[in-house]
């Protein structure tokens, strides 16, 4: 026997990360533990005696695994990825290991360990975030475990055939007898008095270190370090321990390997931008694993494109790969051939081809090149390269790229737990590429919609010039909803709108369009801006969140946005504003002084909460009005009043032009790469003048329309239009005749000349008029039939002193 000391067992801590349960031929769970409750949510009463298929989310990975005990003979040891179900509903990916164990009867028992595979705190059973555990190094992943499931009584019930190969006792020496009995030594005692504590107490006893009991054919000698975890059965009572085995002969370079896996949960995937995630892959591969890595992914990657099928034995050609990552321990990677970034060449018969084709790795004892290939030859010979690993990185049946592990005659050359450990770190960074993949393609959707969805040439036609810039969040989550618009509006104004959808991604972007089509449609009836606020925020909270309902959720059907909205007219210089919790907007002077006007901040639009109300401010010729989301304004660092007074500082230049202010605002970000959508809506406000527009105050006298008529047809003379006095005549005849006999108080008259040729009626009257089908009998009612026969387009507002109705007619040239 081989004396030795043991190392004391680790304190549990309070939530340990890998769950165990043992589980019959049949596939029913028959033991439990604690750590599998903390895991799943599911106590011992609800999972054993039942099947363990029905814990996998998935459908199919059900049907496999309840097929799996009529298959045939099933492999001895099995590790991968999938998706249990937690007891509160939602889905946890988790690494599985499976191992079958011998028992006296001869039938099939499995041991499965799992691990939840993300690297985030660990879920409690009642779906609170625990915290953050410490890498646990005593049960790696896809490594040879060494199993042995022992009675109350301490008895060995069932083991595996790799636990003999650990400690030297024959299967045939340890089933049905306990470990003193079948290796008498005062250190099998001392185990056994660790597994009656573990027994009576339930928590289990980690990384406990003990030589084997018989001495191994090798003359080295070897460490093992065991877990201990208790089983229980449906009731809670304890079934028996079992015991997970590990070699740490080796321990600096077992506990390195373990800190590799550990590192890799942390080191690789720190992004979603794919060439970086291959370039961590490398960075933590060397020197701990290897001394050169490249890793080359399938130019599909990183556009987010569907992975490329698995490629079959024969046929098919091989994608186009780039080369992503690389890491030597010598500068400058002289080893490689290509370059980051570069098209690389996959030799026809190559191993990386081959690797390819059958979708296995593949370990040689020194880099292939086939005599041609003089320069790989001469990289082989010159950097004595004399053993690789070749992993491919595979995700959803896809393939995603390869991994190429080299090590050179001065380090030693790969064993087989070497490319079992190759394979755990490409496994997690094949998780991390897909999810990178995944992210590309919404966030190219996303940015394909957003960009489809805001105006390519905006104009504020003869109110003011308008510049913007947008800028795509930079962030994880993807891009958000910021929009905008510039909207011409009738009378020569302009309606400016800036929006922010809470939220990220392709539902935040969609949301963003109908919030923007919306607008839109509200700014043709010509509302002002604390109406046309209260109309989306009932269209928000009536329509569109009910559309993205979940009937299962009915709480998530909630749809929130802000919105700053404000219509400036160019004759009377006047600007109204209204906002739904949004960022108020800056206003410059033409002589560079920056306000942000008191401006009512209403609640955000899908919250009905307060009413909205509106601002009206006179503005200069030459004004410049800054609209933007809080993306400019708000960094994690710097609260909003900080970038606001930023933002007044950029933009105290009226002089520079538009797109230059735009510029300096958006470089004046105290970060590269903004974690929310950036966005900037500026106007530069114009004036018409009395040589384009001309208003008059008429007595409600039916006498006066013969006057209003002469006062547009000199007007229109004036300004060269006399070619359109005939048409004009006749609707400032309709309209004013209108308003003496349906409106109240004084008339106004109004002609404006911009693109369009307006006149605009007022009057104190508050009924709108709408078109009349008179019989051909009836002398009244074809009035506005005539207007709108006459004109491009007509309709009506209201105005804080009634209504004003106008018509717009083409300026044609003269004939």
Known sequence: MTGSTLTAPRPAPRAIDEAMALIDAEGTVIGWTRSAQQLVGYPAAEVVGHSAARLLAAAEDRADASALPESGPSPRRWSGVTQVRHRDGHGIDVRIGVQSLVGPDRRARWVVTATDHAAHPSRVADGSSAAPLPASPHLPNNLPLGVVIRDTRLRCTWVNDTQGFKDGIPVERRLGRTLSEAAPSTEAETLEGLMREVLEGGAPALAVEYRPFVPARSPAERTLAASYFRLDDAHGRALGVCVVSVDVTDSRRSRERLAILGEASTRIGTTLDAARTGQE????????????????????????????????????????????????????????????????????????????????????PAPEASPGDRARVRKVHDHRMNAVLVVPIHARGGVLGVAQFVRTADSPPFEQDDLLLAEELVSWAALCLDNARQYARERAAALALQRHLLPHHATGGSAADVAWRYLPSDDHHGVGGDWFDVIPLPGARVALVVGDVVGHGINAAAGMGRLRTAVRTLADMDLSPDELL?????????????????PLDPAGATMAATCLYAVYDPVTRRCAMARAGHPPPAIVDPRGTVTFPELPAGAPLGLGLVPFASVETELPEGSVLALYTDGLVETRDQDIDTG???????????????????????????????????????????????????????????????????????????????????????????????????????????????????????????????????????????????????????????????????????LTPRP
Do not use: Y
């Open 281 to 364: 892959l490398a960075d933590l591969a060397v020197p701990l694993l290897a001394d050169f890595v490249a890793v080359d992914l399938a130019e599909s990657v990183p556009l987010g494109e569907e992975p490329l099928a698995r490629l079959g034995s024969e046929g098919g050609a091989l994608p186009a790969f780039r080369r992503a990552g690389l890491a030597s321990i010598h500068q400058d990677v002289p080893q490689s051939l290509f370059a980051r970034g570069e098209p690389v060449l996959v030799a026809p018969g190559s191993p990386v081809e081959r690797v390819l084709r059958s979708g296995t790795s593949h370990r040689e």
């Open 534 to 550: 209260a109309h989306l925020d009932d269209l928000v909270i009536r329509h569109l969140a009910d559309e993205d309902a979940d």
């Open 644 to 810: 606001m007074d930023r933002l007044g500082i950029a933009l105290a230049h009226p002089g520079r032009p538009l797109e230059d202010l735009c510029s300096a605002a958006v470089d004046a970000l105290p970060v590269r790469a903004p974690s929310d959508d950036v966005t900037l809506l500026l106007a530069r406000t114009r004036s018409l003048g009395p040589d384009r527009a001309a208003s008059w105050r008429l007595p409600a006298d039916p006498a006066v329309v013969n006057h209003a008529r002469a006062l547009a047809t000199g007007r229109l003379e004036q300004w060269g239009l006399g070619h359109l006095a005939e048409s004009t005549e006749l609707i400032v005849s309709e309209l004013v005749t209108n308003a003496i006999r349906h409106g109240t108080g004084t008339i106004g008259l109004r002609l404006i000349r911009h693109g369009m040729l307006t006149c605009e009626v007022s009057d104190a009257g508050s009924c709108r008029p709408r078109p009349r089908h008179p019989r051909t009998t009836e002398e009244n009612g074809r009035g506005l039939l005539l207007v709108s026969q006459l004109s491009h387009r007509w309709g009506t507002r209201c105005t804080p002193d009634g209504k004003l109705v106008w018509a717009e007619q083409r």
